[in-house]
């Protein structure tokens, strides 16, 4: 397994145990971190192992971060 997906398996831990920590803010502030950390983690698997683990990602992503993008969806549906 090359070093980008097991830093990709890494990051889905840390944001599981993440999300298990109790919060005040509701997550928010480790949701910006763990987006921070994303953005770069995607354009590394997509580079080093393409499009399709890219796409994988791409997924997992989207599922820890399910509330942001259904907020970004209704923000943009509104306008």
Do not use: E, K
Request: glycine letters at 6%.
């Amino acid at each position: 397994m090359s070093p980008a997906l097991v830093a990709a398996c890494l990051w889905v831990l840390a944001a599981a145990v993440a999300g298990m920590i109790p919060s005040r803010d509701n997550h928010w502030t480790r949701a910006y971190a763990l987006m921070a950390v994303f953005v770069p983690l995607l354009l590394w698997v997509l580079l080093r192992d393409g499009w399709v683990w890219g796409l994988v990602l791409l997924v997992c992503g989207l599922s820890v971060f399910r509330w942001p993008v259904i907020h970004l969806f209704r923000w943009l549906t509104a306008r």
